[in-house]
């Protein structure tokens, strides 16, 4: 055995203390930059039926007024309406074929006449049937 003249050592640690500094954090300001967003629609394809270029004497009968003026002349169907204000003759000699055969009236005013019939062309729609 063993006899320690000296005193025992007594170690008192003290606290630690840590004081961390406050941390600050700059972040740069976020710019976004979107793209444009193009849209590309695919076309829309509209089929229509033809439409018919045949007309009966009922079919014209519902073309028969100043807004819708079709006539039949020597079995040709004409859109008058947009000459029915133009006809040097005056818009009544127009108004009183439309929506029927107005042939007999127009070749007792215009049978030889080819300038009357060079216009009359340009109004073409179609042809009467029976």
């Not at 979107?34 to 018919?52: A, D, Y």
């Not at 006449?113 to 073409?124: P, R, T, V």
């Amino acid at each position: 055995m063993q006899i320690f003249d000296e005193e025992p050592v007594v170690v008192v640690e003290e606290p630690v203390v840590v004081v961390e500094e406050p941390v600050v954090v700059v972040e740069e300001p976020v710019v976004v930059v979107e793209e444009p967003v193009v849209v590309v629609e695919e076309p829309v394809v509209v089929v229509e039926e033809p439409s018919s270029n045949e007309f009966t004497l009922e079919d014209l009968a519902t073309h028969g007024n100043e807004l819708d003026c079709y006539s039949a002349i020597s079995n040709v169907v004409y859109d008058l309406t947009a000459w029915i204000n133009e006809h040097p003759g005056g818009d009544r000699r127009i108004l009183r074929i439309c929506g029927i055969d107005g042939t007999s009236s127009y070749n007792g005013e215009h049978r030889n006449d080819n300038q009357a019939n060079n216009i009359l062309e340009g109004f073409e729609v179609g042809v009467l049937i029976s």
